[in-house]
C-alpha cells in the first residue's frame, strides 16, 4: 500500500474511533440535560430521542481532516464553512430558530468558498448549449447549487440512518473519483471525503432502528454542505482535467445525488401546487411514501439506498451519451416514480376510506 493509501485509512479510522466513541457520551449528556426531540405528526420516532449525532460525525471529520489532510484548493475554506453551518444547526438542534436565520448561516458559508477560495461551477459543459459562464452567473448559480443540495440532504434525514446511509454512498462514490483521477488540484478532496465517511458510519452505529440519536441540522447541514463542495469540485474536474467523464459530468452529478435532489424537487413541487410554501413540513417525502406503503423503516432505507446505487451505476455506465440524453432519462424516471407514488397513495386512501 502506498504512503496515500495508508494516510487514507488513517483518517478514516480516527474520524471513524472519534464519532463511535463521542455518541454515547453525547446520549448521555443529552437525556441528563433534556436535550431531546419529542415525537410529533411529522415524525417517524415513538420515543423522546437526542438530536445532537452530528456534534460526533463534526468532531471526528474535522479532527481526522486537520490532522491528516492538504488544505490547499478551498479545503480550508470548507472547512470555516462547516464551522458556520455546525453552530448554526446546533442552535437549530437545541432552541430551534427560523428558516432565514439558517439561510444567513448558509449565505456566509458558502461565501466563504465561492469569494475566498473561488470554489464555483464555470461551465455549463454543453448542458442547453451553454459552455463557459459568465462570472455574475457562474456565482448565482453556484451559490443556488450549494444552498440546494445542503437542504436537500438536511431534508431527507427523516428515517433512522436514511440521510447517513445516501451521504455514505454519495461521499464514497465521489472520494473514489477524486483519488482516481484528482491529482495536484483535486485529489486532497479524497481526505474530504474518507473523513465524513469515517465520522457517518461510527455515528450510523447507533442511528440505524431503532435509533438513540438523531444526527439533527448539526450533522445534516454540515454533510449536506460538504457533499455540495464535492459535487462542484467533481464538476470541475471534469470541465479542466476531462476526467473522468468529461462533458458528461455535470448529468453524471446529478445521478450520484438522484435520491435527495428526486425527493426534494418532488415535495417541493407538490407543496406549491397546493398552495402552500416549499418549505412547510408535511409527510410527502418519498420515505414517508414507501412507509405508507407497508414497507419497516430499515428496508425503507435499504430501499432508498439501493435505488441510489442503481441510479450511479446507471450514469456511470452510459456517460457517454451525454449531458442531454442522460438529463433527459433521469427526468423521465422521476416522472415515472413520482407518478407511481402519488397513485399508490390514492389507492391506500381509498382503501382506508372503504374499510
Not at 36 to 53: A, M
Not at 184 to 209: A, E, K, Q, T, W
Not at 260 to 285: C, E, Q, W, Y
Request: charged share 10%; proline share 3%.
Amino acid at each position: 500500500m502506498n504512503a496515500i493509501g495508508i494516510t487514507l485509512g488513517l483518517s478514516f479510522m480516527w474520524s471513524f474511533l472519534v464519532a463511535l466513541f463521542a455518541v454515547p457520551s453525547i446520549i448521555y449528556i443529552a437525556h441528563l440535560k433534556n436535550m431531546l426531540d419529542t415525537p410529533n405528526v411529522r415524525t417517524v420516532h415513538e420515543s423522546l430521542t437526542p438530536r445532537l449525532g452530528g456534534v460526533a460525525v463534526f468532531a471526528g471529520f474535522m479532527s481526522a481532516l486537520t490532522i491528516f489532510a492538504d488544505l490547499t484548493n478551498g479545503v480550508q475554506q470548507l472547512l470555516a464553512g462547516c464551522i458556520v453551518l455546525f453552530f448554526v444547526g446546533l442552535k437549530d438542534d437545541l432552541v430551534s430558530i427560523s428558516v432565514t436565520k439558517k439561510f444567513v448561516g448558509q449565505l456566509l458559508a458558502t461565501g466563504i468558498v465561492m469569494v475566498m477560495a473561488d470554489v464555483r461551477i464555470t461551465s455549463f459543459q454543453g448542458i442547453l448549449g451553454i459552455h463557459e459562464l459568465p462570472i455574475g452567473i457562474s456565482y448565482a448559480f453556484t451559490f443556488l447549487v450549494i444552498v440546494g443540495i445542503t437542504n436537500a440532504i438536511n431534508l431527507i434525514d427523516g428515517l433512522d440512518g436514511l440521510a447517513g446511509t445516501i451521504v455514505s454512498i454519495i461521499v464514497t462514490t465521489l472520494g473514489y473519483f477524486f483519488y482516481r483521477y484528482g491529482g495536484p488540484d483535486f485529489g486532497n478532496y479524497v481526505y474530504v471525503s474518507v473523513c465524513v465517511l469515517g465520522g457517518i458510519l461510527g455515528f450510523l452505529r447507533y442511528n440505524f432502528h431503532r435509533a438513540t440519536i438523531f444526527m439533527g441540522d448539526t450533522g445534516s447541514l454540515v454533510c449536506g454542505f460538504i457533499v455540495s463542495i464535492l459535487t462542484i469540485q467533481f464538476i470541475e474536474m471534469g470541465a479542466q482535467l476531462g476526467q473522468p467523464f468529461g462533458s458528461s459530468a455535470p448529468s453524471v452529478a446529478v445521478g450520484i445525488l438522484f435520491v435527495p435532489l428526486f425527493d426534494t424537487l418532488r415535495v417541493f413541487l407538490i407543496r406549491m401546487m397546493a398552495g402552500r410554501s416549499p418549505f412547510s413540513p408535511d409527510k410527502n417525502h418519498v420515505h414517508h411514501r414507501i412507509i405508507a406503503m407497508g414497507f419497516q423503516q430499515i428496508s425503507t432505507v435499504m430501499l432508498l439506498g439501493l435505488l441510489n446505487l442503481v441510479v450511479i451505476l446507471f450514469v456511470i455506465n452510459f456517460a457517454e451519451l451525454g449531458n442531454t440524453i442522460l438529463i433527459v432519462v433521469l427526468t423521465a424516471f422521476s416522472v415515472l416514480l413520482s407518478v407511481f407514488l402519488g397513485v399508490y397513495r390514492s389507492r391506500t386512501t381509498q382503501q382506508r376510506v372503504a374499510s
